[in-house]
């Protein structure tokens, strides 16, 4: 596979990058892979995620009911004065 460097990108794209992949649940790599190919015409055919990877690893398992521990209200900070 080849790979490509983009200098002098704006800051300002290079946040809403971030912010769209993070949207899609996404890198910011993958997101980028994603609009070239889209750019291009290219079919998409996103790369799975390990949250996908390990919930279609585990889930004939089945579920697991966690037991949570009692709600304290948090002590007072130290003071070292």
Do not use: C, W
């Amino acid at each position: 596979m080849a790979s490509i460097t983009i200098r002098n990108l704006d800051d300002d794209v290079k946040t809403r990058l971030r912010i769209r992949a993070a949207g899609h649940g996404r890198f910011m790599e993958e997101e980028e892979r994603i609009i070239l190919r889209e750019a291009v015409g290219q079919e998409i055919v996103p790369e799975k995620g390990l949250r996908t990877a390990l919930h279609e690893l585990f889930k004939p398992l089945g579920g697991v009911e966690l037991e949570l521990p009692p709600h304290v209200p948090m002590s007072e900070p130290l003071s070292f004065y």
